[in-house]
């Protein structure tokens, strides 16, 4: 059965850091590029944060670049994300991807990676407020 599960989410006061983790089964994320998505009340899901397959690529949303990084170790079947100076805003529910398509881009260098097949998790919710 494949499985993606999410942990780590909770409350966390402005500025303050959480990292997020999902967890694989079913199958290996060693052949699948992973995003993290989030989704607040009332507004559509929106790609947070990608990694190629071998990790080598990263690329993130503007509004958290220099704040979240994307990770994963793939002998483990696990993707983190690690979210510093959260702020109000970054209040959602977390959902890990396996298979959406990312694309990094830097200079005329573009690189852009999928997988035919597409698995979302349940999500984790990560409220920031004092």
């Known amino acids: 059965q494949v499985q993606l599960v999410e942990s780590g989410g909770g409350l966390v006061q402005p500025g303050g850091s959480l990292r997020l983790s999902c967890a694989a089964s079913g199958f290996t994320v060693d052949n699948y590029p992973m995003s993290w998505y989030r989704q607040s009340p009332g507004k559509e899901r929106e790609w947070v944060a990608g990694?190629?397959?071998?990790?080598?690529?990263?690329t993130y949303i503007d509004s958290v670049k220099g704040r979240f990084t994307i990770s994963r170790d793939n002998a483990k079947n696990t993707v983190y994300l690690q979210m510093t100076s959260l702020k109000s805003e970054d209040t959602a529910v977390y959902f890990c991807?396996?298979?959406?398509?990312?694309?990094?881009?830097?200079?005329?260098?573009?690189?852009?990676?999928?997988?035919?097949?597409?698995?979302w998790g349940q999500g984790t919710q990560v409220t920031v407020s004092a």
């Open positions: 990694i190629s397959k071998a990790g080598g690529y990263r």
């Open positions: 991807n396996a298979g959406s398509k990312i694309t990094y881009s830097s200079g005329d260098f573009t690189f852009t990676e999928r997988h035919e097949d597409e698995y």
